[in-house]
């Protein structure tokens, strides 16, 4: 049997995306002493790139739900040295319970899923991170109420984050608006599927036409991990700065969002950050319950 793995919020079972945010809510809401879940068993972290969210709050989820962690850098095993990542997959899968990797390359962490017989999850790749967006999507939820009908507006860099709002839009039935040059765009195939499933989303070369009367502004860091060509994302990304100004435009009621971490004054405002309307510490928090919901999945919990 396939393992109940959390790696593209696209490929998920029908229904599974909106039982794990619920599950998130119910476990935030029943406070942070440690539950059973899971009891006995153990999650391996893999980190080809930095953390500092990701890996607490999956730490500390599984502290919550009974469980442990084994933490380890991908420079620190042998897959730096050439072993495969079939095969890797298949010696962890012997060990812990469940596994859960950042590194680069998407399909590289499919092809680790593909031969792992535990649950795989995906903690950030350069095309998508879908436990940001379940923490994302709670934040919304508990500030603004349901989903369906509401409009988040994405500003920036159409990276990794941006394209897996897309993914979520759909089974949850809001809208989504990318305002970004078009040398960093959100891809055409993507915005194009997504279309061809029914979803509404617009794309915007102007920040402010994006964020006009939306409900949730978002945005992330001009230069993602990996990315070699900071000085030209510098300067084409310097319009798409998420200030007060632009916060103006949305609705009173919107909040602002960001995955973290911030490089504050460049796509994101001291004054916003630190505002009325900002979310992003709650968002931080939310990585918790989130990572809570979407293990007590991987383990058949809920
Ligand atoms: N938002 C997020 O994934 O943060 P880290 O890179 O610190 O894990
Ligand atoms: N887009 C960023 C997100 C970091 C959590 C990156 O990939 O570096």
Same mark, same amino acid.
């Given at each position: 049997m396939t393992p109940n793995h959390f790696v593209e919020l696209s490929t998920l079972p029908s229904g599974v995306l909106r039982k794990v945010i619920d599950a998130a809510h119910a476990m935030k809401a029943a406070g942070r002493t440690p539950t059973t879940v899971a009891a006995g068993k153990t999650l391996a972290m893999l980190f080809e790139k930095p953390s500092t969210r990701t890996r607490f709050s999956f730490d500390m989820a599984m502290r919550e739900l009974g469980g442990g962690t084994i933490v380890a850098a991908g420079s620190e095993m042998q897959l730096s040295r050439g072993e495969s990542l079939s095969d890797t997959a298949r010696v962890m899968s012997r060990y812990v319970d469940a596994v859960m990797i950042r590194m680069l390359d998407h399909d590289g962490l499919k092809e680790f899923a593909e031969h792992a017989t535990v649950p795989v999850i995906n903690g950030l790749t350069r095309d998508s991170h879908p436990c940001q967006i379940v923490a994302d999507l709670v934040t919304v939820e508990e500030r603004l109420? *349901?989903? *369906?009908?509401r409009t988040i507006a994405w500003v920036g860099d159409g990276n990794n984050v941006a394209r897996t709002f897309i993914e979520a839009a759909g089974p949850l039935g809001f809208q989504v608006r990318f305002a970004t040059p078009d040398a960093y765009a959100v891809p055409a195939d993507i915005i194009a599927a997504a279309r061809a499933n029914g979803i509404t989303v617009t794309t915007h070369t102007s920040a402010a036409d994006a964020v006009a009367g939306a409900d949730v502004v978002v945005t992330d860091t001009w230069v993602s991990m990996g990315d070699a060509d900071a000085q030209e994302r510098h300067r084409l990304l310097a319009p798409f700065q998420v200030n007060e100004a632009l916060m103006a435009?949305?609705? *009173?009621?919107a909040i602002f969002l960001h995955c973290l971490p911030a490089h504050r004054n460049e796509e994101v405002t001291d004054a916003v950050m630190d505002g009325p309307q900002s979310a992003v510490f709650d968002e931080a928090e939310n990585r918790v319950h989130a990572q809570k919901a979407i293990l007590a999945y991987a383990f058949g919990a809920i």
């Open positions: 109420g *349901p989903l *369906p009908e435009k949305a609705l *009173p009621s």
